[in-house]
C-alpha cells in the first residue's frame, strides 16, 4: 500500500496521518464492535460540506471539560505564583470564564482546577513545551522515506526534561476513556524527528482523578514499525478519499456500523444508516 511510482509529485505531498486518523481507520482493541468507517468517511471525506461542519463545530460537554482543563494547567504554569496565592484556583477559573458555561462543566473544571492547584505535579519540573490545546493544526512533520512519504500531526499537550535528560512526553486526559497507547507511540515518533539524540518517554495523566499510567518506553526498531504502519494508513486514507472522489460511493468506500453507538455519533443526523432506538 505505498505509493506508485507514478504518482506526481503534488500528490504524493497530500497523504497525512495522526494519532486521530490511526484511530479512525483501525478500532482500539476491545472497541470494534462500535468502531464505523463511515464517521471517518463524514470527518475527513466530506469535511467541507455545510451539514458536516456544522456538525463538527459543536464540541461536546466532555470535549469542553479537557480543553479547559488543559487551559487550566497551562496558565498555573504560565503564571506560577498562583501556586502560593490563595484564591489561585479562583483567578485560572476567572481566566477561563467558567462563570457562563453550564454547571456540569464548571463543576467538573473547578474539580479539577483544585485537584491540580493541590497536587501540580509539574511545578517543579523542567518544562520544554506546554500547549493550551487550542493552538490550532501542529506544524507538519515531514515523512520521506524510500518506499513513502507523508505528513505527521501531533499535537503534545507537554514535554518535560527529567533530571537524566530524559525527554518525557505526558499526555493529559479526563473523564473515563482508557488511555491509547498508539497516542504515546505517535509522540514519541514525533519526538524523534523534532528533538533527535535525545531518549524518550510517554505517560499520560488523568487530571480529573489523578491515575497515571504506566511510561511507555520504546525502540528505535519499534518506532521504525510504528512509522511504517503511520504510513500504511496515510495511504489508505489517501486512496479512500480519492476513490470518494471520483466515484461518489461514499457508503462502499466508509461502510457504515450501525448499532446503538449511533447515538453518540455527531453525525447520526445526517447518516441514512444510523440507528438510533
Not at 470518494?244 to 441514512?272: D, L, V, W
Amino acid at each position: 500500500m505505498f505509493f506508485p511510482k507514478n504518482l506526481a509529485m503534488s500528490n504524493l505531498e497530500r497523504p497525512f496521518a495522526s494519532y486521530h486518523l490511526w484511530s479512525l481507520v483501525v478500532p482500539n482493541q476491545g472497541q470494534q464492535h462500535w468502531h464505523c468507517q463511515m464517521r471517518r468517511g463524514f470527518m475527513k471525506a466530506r469535511q467541507n460540506e455545510p451539514e458536516v461542519q456544522a456538525l463538527r463545530s459543536q464540541i461536546t460537554a466532555a470535549q469542553q471539560i479537557g480543553l479547559l482543563a488543559q487551559q487550566g494547567v497551562y496558565e498555573f504554569h504560565r503564571n506560577r505564583d498562583l501556586f502560593v496565592v490563595a484564591d489561585g484556583v479562583e483567578r485560572v477559573a476567572s481566566i477561563l470564564e467558567l462563570d457562563g458555561l453550564s454547571v456540569q462543566v464548571r463543576t467538573r473544571v473547578l474539580n479539577i482546577l483544585h485537584r491540580y492547584y493541590t497536587k501540580p505535579i509539574l511545578r517543579r519540573k523542567r518544562i520544554l513545551l506546554m500547549t493550551r490545546g487550542d493552538e490550532g493544526f501542529p506544524k507538519p512533520i515531514w515523512i520521506i522515506r524510500k518506499n513513502y512519504r507523508f505528513r505527521l500531526y501531533a499535537m503534545m499537550d507537554c514535554v518535560v526534561m527529567e533530571p537524566d535528560n530524559t525527554l518525557h512526553i505526558l499526555d493529559f486526559k479526563t473523564g473515563k476513556s482508557p488511555f491509547d497507547q498508539r497516542q504515546a507511540l505517535v509522540y514519541l515518533l514525533a519526538a524523534r524527528y523534532l528533538y533527535p539524540g535525545y531518549r524518550m518517554i510517554a505517560s499520560f495523566y488523568n487530571l480529573e482523578n489523578s491515575h497515571k499510567s504506566e511510561v511507555i518506553r520504546v525502540s528505535n526498531r519499534e518506532l521504525d514499525q510504528v512509522e511504517g504502519e503511520l504510513a500504511l494508513i496515510a495511504t489508505k486514507h489517501y486512496q479512500d478519499v480519492q476513490k470518494y472522489k471520483n466515484s461518489g460511493q461514499f457508503s462502499q468506500i466508509f461502510p457504515p456500523n450501525p448499532g446503538k453507538h449511533c447515538r453518540y455519533c455527531p453525525f447520526h443526523r445526517i447518516c441514512e444508516f444510523a440507528q438510533l432506538d
